[in-house]
């Protein structure tokens, strides 16, 4: 399998790249975190309509360019390098995959033509008060009422849900468990009986907020496909996020060695740069090490998400492979840079920050191990002769 980027994609990275070298700057970063909004809705107008990049992965008879995955995984890498402040991976890496992969033609009619716009802004509501990996702590119950249905409960660690018009709820009927009887459903933020509250998080640049679903009154038009029957659905969708989330972190990563290259080749400690240490030399070769096998295990999960038998496996060891390379990059700049890197003025901390707080979505490293292993039989009991 070829997973080098063909001459279209690197053009793609290019472009996207040149953009966020314009608008995403750290001093505009950290003018959208101390930001009412706390996001920056130019940079998110920029994105959608002058660069298109709403619609990469989106159908072209909704608008969109139709170009695939590999090519959001581009976008989603080069946004990571810049920490950037804006609802992409919650609407493109989560959002869009679970209205693609419900097959609901009239809510992808409705919704994604206004997604491609830039007009929504969405959120998903996975987990409750654990934050256990869906399926465990499905939080939202979905019951039947007189003229559709109610949704209660309260979704905790909901991504950027602050800056969200559109809520991608995953729920669950009364007396199930596991896979079985969960419901996806497509939800205005502002149903009556629907309240967002905003939560200060480790990570500043992408906050978390909670969601409380009382009596919250929706119809079966809110529904994507059949209720209880939306396993394949949410599968999908991590299986998209966790690999959207992977460039994500991959982009970070990078950009944390590079910070660090240049600072080393500057940073003078007994008449010597600090790059000329063996110390730092093999500290850089390692950061350079993970973040290429990073960058294999990425585009080799991505080519894989359209293999049914394969995607689950492949998502998982991108997702482990890049957030431990994020997490080491990340932590190993903040050693690099000294003093320095431990102050508010440095944006190493904002790396590092985020490194920690990816690495808590989606069930992190560990789960993926675990995923990994149960999918390949590893966990299954040795057989004993009698």
Not at 175 to 194: C, E, K, N, R, Y
Request: with cysteine.
């Amino acid at each position: 399998m070829n997973i080098t980027l063909t001459d279209e994609q690197q053009a793609i990275a290019e472009s996207a790249r040149a953009f966020l070298d314009e608008h995403g700057s750290s001093a505009r970063l950290r003018a959208a975190i101390e930001s009412a909004d706390g996001w920056d809705p130019e940079q998110w107008r920029a994105m959608a309509q002058e660069m298109g990049w709403l619609g990469v992965a989106a159908p072209e008879r909704f608008g969109g360019s139709d170009l695939g995955l590999v090519e959001l995984a581009i976008l989603h890498e080069e946004v990571g390098r810049t920490l950037t402040a804006a609802p992409l991976f919650p609407t493109l890496g989560l959002a869009l995959p679970a209205l693609m992969s419900a097959g609901c033609e009239a809510r992808q009619a409705e919704f994604l033509p206004r997604l491609i716009e830039g007009g929504i802004r969405a959120a998903v509501c996975l987990t409750g008060a654990t934050g256990a990996p869906v399926p465990s702590d499905v939080a939202i119950r979905l019951e039947p009422d007189s003229d559709g249905w109610r949704l209660n409960g309260t979704a905790e660690y909901v991504l950027m849900g602050h800056a969200a018009n559109l809520l991608i709820v995953i729920a669950r009927t009364a007396g199930t468990t596991g896979w079985d009887g969960l419901s996806l459903l497509a939800v205005a933020a502002d149903t009556p009986g629907i309240s967002i509250e905003r939560l200060t998080s480790l990570d500043l640049t992408r906050p978390f907020s909670r969601v409380h679903f009382h009596q919250a009154r929706v119809g079966d038009d809110s529904l994507l496909g059949a209720p209880g029957t939306a396993a394949a659905a949410v599968r999908r969708m991590l299986a998209v996020g966790t690999v959207m989330l992977a460039a994500e972190q991959l982009g970070g990563a990078e950009r944390a060695l590079e910070i660090s290259t240049e600072y080393a080749k500057q940073r003078v400690q007994f008449g010597r740069v600090i790059g000329s240490f063996q110390a730092i030399k093999h500290k850089l070769a390692d950061m350079m090490l993970a973040v290429e096998s990073a960058r294999s295990a990425l585009y080799y999960a991505v080519r894989l998400l359209d293999v049914p038998d394969a995607m689950a496996e492949a998502a998982a060891t991108a997702g482990a492979c890049c957030s431990e390379a994020f997490l080491q990059c990340a932590g190993d700049t903040i050693q690099i840079h000294g003093g320095i890197g431990f102050t508010w003025e440095h944006d190493a901390h904002l790396y590092f920050k985020r490194a920690r707080a990816s690495a808590a979505l989606l069930g992190g490293p560990s789960h993926h191990y675990e995923s990994v292993a149960s999918l390949i039989g590893l966990d299954e009991a040795p057989e004993t002769s009698a």
